[in-house]
């Protein structure tokens, strides 16, 4: 938390922030110094202590230190009221819609200024306050929900264990390939990257030393690990030493021929238990493996691009899990319980369609926006409205991460498959012959620094004219008079109704998980509840676990 510095000592009460307002944990050792716990002892250890420690405290050997009564943290209630209105200026910058941050503030300084009980009471109040909120039900509702999405139904009601899998090839060393490589050897997974050339190659290795010494500033691994991880992966040009691993995971560009040639190719150098995955987002894996024998191993494993929490993909917290009906139930454990040790990933288990969940219900959100851009919207007020609904970005924000050339191919592969749900927008077609292709070029919807801060660029303005040109559309005056949460509708509620596809076809094994997909993956905030949230119109939307209409 920021301030403790200047305030060195409320350093226990900057940290009591953290870990209310954040939840972020803290270890044993810290908690010790804070004085949060009274000892450090083994665990088999731990009853003989306790004991001893309540006889001493009865007897007088050691002092009855009252909790409630302690103030030898707090020392001025001035520096505590001043780090307590710092904490609720960055409260609203996190989550300018959520009511509870601030709450748990007032509770603290009530404790503070006025003693513990009436601390106390202020909580007790505001606890049944909260409890009966709408937040609170979809927080209840989300948590249970992503509990629930290690259960499949005809796959872990099987009591089937999953394989030790510790040795895993991956084949594509770009951004993607190079990203999930990372997540893996982190976890201690030895990782073998093939790339097609001496060059490539290289560049992919050094993503990964990259990508790790990323998280070592950051202070998410020692400089220890960062060696022992970076020490399990081998570079490799072909398939030589494949074969004695037990999964490969394909994350090479999204053209089918090369998919399917890359398959069969495994099926020669691949042992038979090995899991043969793909990271595809849209293509079928029936037709991946057509031209293979071995259709019971083949599975998606989409770690994602879809740099929603504008980070790597080592820190998104989404694996979709894309079955056939061929793909052997065992292989589907074996996935489940990967995600499991990965951590930071839970996994989704999923049918096999086009776009499969997340990327069905993102590309109707893309299109959405899209059409009332070429109406007569404007790109930076979409986002902006999108994003004061605590969307985590908006839609034009989220294409440039991705890439416009990503965008386009997925939409390829969209029009082919559902030509009657599909709109044609020729803006991004317009950007690409303009050379703008998303953050990556510094120049796409937003113009960009050597940092990646995006700002709005003047110069959009001129193509989205050229766009309504083309297609012969004049912008409405009458459209520009939408409220945002007209906005938000028009751009949320097409997501919804593929959900509700997604779900009645089956592609989907549970409702809840698409509420899951679409927190984690499209950043959609969790505690909204549509049919009671006042920013949405009651009874136009449901909660895709809800009652379907």
Avoid at 146 to 174: C, E, F, H, W, Y
Avoid at 378 to 388: F, L
């Amino acid at each position: 938390m920021c301030g403790t510095q200047r305030l060195p000592r409320l350093v226990g009460l900057s940290k009591a922030l953290e870990m209310i307002l954040m939840s972020k944990l803290i270890k044993s050792e810290e908690a010790h110094g804070l004085g949060l716990i009274d000892a450090i002892v083994p665990s088999n250890e731990l009853i003989n202590t306790a004991c001893c420690w309540a006889l001493d405290i009865a007897e007088s050997r050691k002092p009855w230190i009252k909790t409630l009564d302690r103030v030898d943290k707090i020392e001025s209630i001035e520096e505590a009221r001043e780090l307590l209105n710092f904490s609720r200026v960055q409260a609203r910058k996190r989550a300018p819609n959520l009511e509870h941050p601030l709450i748990c503030i007032d509770v603290i300084e009530e404790g503070i200024v006025f003693g513990p009980r009436a601390g106390l009471w202020k909580e007790a109040n505001a606890f049944y306050q909260l409890i009966y909120s709408d937040t609170c039900k979809s927080l209840i509702h989300v948590f249970f929900s992503q509990r629930a999405t290690s259960k499949v139904p005809g796959i872990t009601d099987l009591s089937l264990m999953p394989r030790n899998i510790t040795k895993v090839a991956i084949i594509g060393g770009g951004v993607i390939g190079s990203e999930i490589a990372t997540t893996l050897i982190v976890r201690n997974y030895v990782v073998i990257l093939k790339e097609a050339n001496e060059n490539l190659l290289r560049a992919g290795i050094d993503r990964v030393k990259a990508n790790l010494q990323s998280y070592n500033r950051k202070g998410k691994i020692t400089e220890e690990k960062c060696k022992k991880a970076f020490s399990l992966i081998t570079g490799v040009l072909d398939y030589e030493s494949f074969k004695d691993i037990d999964m490969v995971i394909e994350a090479v560009t999204e053209n089918m021929a090369s998919k399917q040639q890359i398959f069969a190719e495994l099926e020669k150098y691949c042992p038979p238990h090995c899991i043969l995955a793909s990271n595809t987002s849209t293509i079928y894996f029936n037709l991946i493996g057509e031209k293979t024998r071995c259709q019971d191993r083949i599975i998606g494993a989409n770690f994602f691009s879809l740099v929603i929490y504008i980070s790597p993909i080592h820190f998104m917290p989404l694996l979709e899990i894309a079955r056939t009906q061929e793909t052997s139930p065992q292989v589907v454990v074996d996935l489940l319980d990967i995600g499991k040790k990965i951590r930071k990933k839970t996994p989704i288990v999923v049918g096999n369609c086009t776009g499969f969940t997340l990327n069905w219900m993102f590309f109707s959100w893309i299109q959405s926006a899209l059409l009332l851009v070429d109406r007569g919207f404007d790109v930076y007020r979409i986002d902006e409205v999108c994003t004061n609904f605590s969307m985590t970005t908006g839609p034009f924000r989220l294409a440039d991460l991705v890439g416009l050339e990503a965008a386009v191919s997925i939409s390829m592969q969209y029009h082919k498959s559902f030509p009657e749900r599909c709109y044609k927008s020729l803006l991004i077609g317009i950007m690409l012959y303009d050379h703008r292709e998303g953050e990556t070029t510094r120049k796409g919807f937003y113009g960009y620094d050597e940092k990646k801060k995006a700002w709005p660029d003047p110069e959009l303005k001129k193509l989205i004219e050229k766009s309504r040109n083309l297609l012969g559309i004049s912008p409405s005056p009458e459209i520009m008079k939408l409220e945002d949460k007209d906005i938000v509708e028009m751009v949320l509620f097409p997501a919804v109704n593929e959900a509700c596809r997604i779900l009645s076809e089956g592609v989907a094994v549970k409702a809840s998980d698409l509420d899951i997909s679409s927190i984690m993956g499209m950043g959609f905030p969790p505690y909204r509840e549509p049919e009671n949230d006042a920013y949405v119109r009651k009874n136009d939307v449901v909660r895709i676990s809800g009652n379907r209409e």
